[in-house]
């Protein structure tokens, strides 16, 4: 099987449709394996994941792009984020085992909105919400593209447990006659409409994309790995404990002897001691940016 763990652009031929096709195998395992996910759960995850793949690839700069649900179903939180650089983490948190039996995103979430936060390298983030009240995730996206950018976007995304696999076509700012644009947007999104679960998940992407567009002058570009990348470190660890203030990570130290921190995206432990804590909060040590 090709096309595992890779993003790619495509475009038509004589239209302005953009379209994004990515694929998570081994990188969608590294992050599914880390707790018990019922398959229910993994696959919505896996959609998740693979959603803010395909988002990542329309920021026009550096950054990172965060997809969260949050609800007040057996899942409270659904989280994941991707750089521009293709570098995936999320989160799931949550009554698991009560979330095993969910079929539409209201099983999973109850009543739950979504935010998509951009957050452009060294620059102001932006954040929309729409509320998650769709059956699927890629309802909600679309909503969320027609609302916030007011470009045409239609999302097809699947899941099982091995892969996760989705498509994004979106309109681009054209200069043609708005009939030209209206039909082949329409065009383009009934093709599209017809691709299957068990295509995206059984099929490479210049396959999926032949069975749909053969006639239409579509172009693949280059692939671009996805990988699994957890960006914390014991130096982020600390400027999170330094926000919380001296007396209270004191008071935990005395009480705990250490403070130990998990990292909930990817298990690794970071300790801190009293010699630690009284370097933190050094008034003569040096402030690391
Ligand atoms: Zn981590």
New binding site residues.
């Given amino acids: 099987m090709t096309d595992q763990d890779t993003l790619q652009r495509f475009l038509f031929d004589g239209t302005d449709i953009r379209g994004e096709i990515s694929t998570l195998a081994n990188s969608y395992q590294d992050i599914i394996r880390r707790q018990k996910y019922p398959d229910s759960v993994a696959e919505l995850f896996g959609e998740f994941l693979v959603a803010a793949s395909l988002l990542s690839a329309t920021l026009k700069f550096p950054g990172i792009i965060t997809i969260q649900a949050t609800g007040s179903g057996p899942l409270n939180t659904i989280m994941t984020e991707c750089t521009q650089g293709n570098k995936l983490r999320g989160i799931v948190r949550g009554d698991l085992a009560a979330a095993a039996v969910g079929n539409v995103l209201s099983d999973f979430l109850g009543s739950a909105t979504l935010a998509i936060t951009i957050e452009p390298e060294g620059g102001e983030r932006y954040q929309g919400i729409v509320p998650l009240d769709a059956d699927n995730l890629s309802q909600c996206l679309e909503h969320y593209f027609n609302q916030s950018e007011q470009l045409p976007t239609q999302i097809k995304l699947s899941a099982n447990r091995e892969k996760a696999s989705g498509v994004l076509i979106q309109q681009m700012p054209s200069s043609q006659s708005r009939e030209k644009i209206d039909a082949d947007w329409q065009h383009t999104s009934a093709l599209l409409g017809t691709l299957k679960s068990e295509e995206q998940l059984g099929l490479g992407h210049s396959e999926q994309l032949y069975r749909l567009f053969h006639e239409d002058g579509v172009r693949l570009f280059e692939p671009q790995n996805l990988n699994f990348f ?1 960006s ?1 470190s014991k130096q982020r660890t600390e400027r999170a404990l330094i926000s919380l203030g001296h007396t209270e990570v004191q008071g935990i130290v005395d009480e705990q002897g250490a403070i130990l921190i998990t ?1 909930e ?2 298990d ?1 432990q970071y300790s801190f001691n009293q010699s630690n804590v009284d370097s933190m909060f050094d008034p003569d040590k040096p402030v690391l940016h």
């Fill in positions: 957890c914390c990292c995206f990817c690794e």
